[in-house]
């Protein structure tokens, strides 16, 4: 089973601060990397998406690939209230486009 | 609106019994996932299916079946045989075959066992 393994948390910022979640992931065929938040008590929601190595922005929202290091990472800018969530990190196993899940990790921002 | 609908929100079954749980989409997405999130632990994919009328095991499909007989439907049957079925049931759906294609999520549906 491919395996994705995020930093535990949960994780706490100041508002205002910048949030930042790290994922590995072990199968190096993997092609796509997603990340989701879901509120608690509610369903996962994309945010971000990325399939090459680099960055890529979106809003407040930074998304890092190294494929070669097999890591994914999410930058949280300015980190409001709003943003206290689970985060989970999301790869493609590269197998009949299945995704594989890491357990999420909670941030908390305090205001 | 487009979108993935589940119900019920809240299903409560008695041990022995057989659920369905109800996923449907009207996106025009060609495949359909079932996955299960336990506290505190990511999701659990139990089946999918890439086209009517066929459908794959995932990783925890041992006491759940599944039907593919619409494009827009894919419900998930938690049987008796299923131990430990309190969890939260997560659908979603995707559009088209390649990898770079996201999964959009229902709103979930939360059985409980009695």
């Known amino acids: 089973q491919k395996e994705v393994e995020q930093n535990s948390g949960p994780l706490s910022v100041p508002e205002g601060a910048i949030a930042s979640l790290n994922c590995t992931y072990s199968?190096?065929?993997?092609?796509?990397f997603f990340w989701y938040r879901q509120y608690s008590g509610k369903s996962p929601e994309l945010i971000m998406f990325?399939?090459?190595?680099g960055d890529k922005e979106d809003g407040r929202f930074t998304a890092q690939l190294n494929k070669a290091s097999q890591y994914v990472s999410l930058l949280i800018r300015d980190s409001q209230p709003s943003d206290s969530a689970t985060y989970l990190c999301a790869v493609n196993s590269g197998d009949d486009y299945k995704l594989s899940f890491g357990a999420g990790t909670t941030v908390t921002v305090r205001a | 609106d487009g979108g993935i609908t589940q119900s019920p929100k809240y299903l409560f079954r008695k041990e022995g019994q057989n659920v369905t749980l109800s996923c449907e989409q009207n996106l025009n997405h060609d495949a359909m996932y079932w996955y299960r999130q336990d506290p505190g632990q990511g999701l659990r994919l139990i089946y999918y299916?890439?086209?009517?009328?066929?459908?794959q095991k995932g990783d925890i499909a041992e006491g759940y079946s599944v039907s593919r007989e619409k494009k827009e439907s894919f419900p998930l049957t938690v049987t008796s045989a299923q131990k430990n079925p309190t969890a939260f049931y997560l659908c979603?759906?995707?559009?088209?075959?390649?990898?770079?294609?996201?999964?959009?999520f229902g709103p979930g549906t939360r059985l409980t066992v009695l």
């Open positions: 199968d190096r065929g993997s092609q796509s």
């Open positions: 299916s890439q086209i009517v009328n066929d459908f």
């Open positions: 990325i399939y090459s190595n």
């Open positions: 979603a759906s995707r559009r088209g075959q390649g990898a770079y294609n996201e999964q959009f």
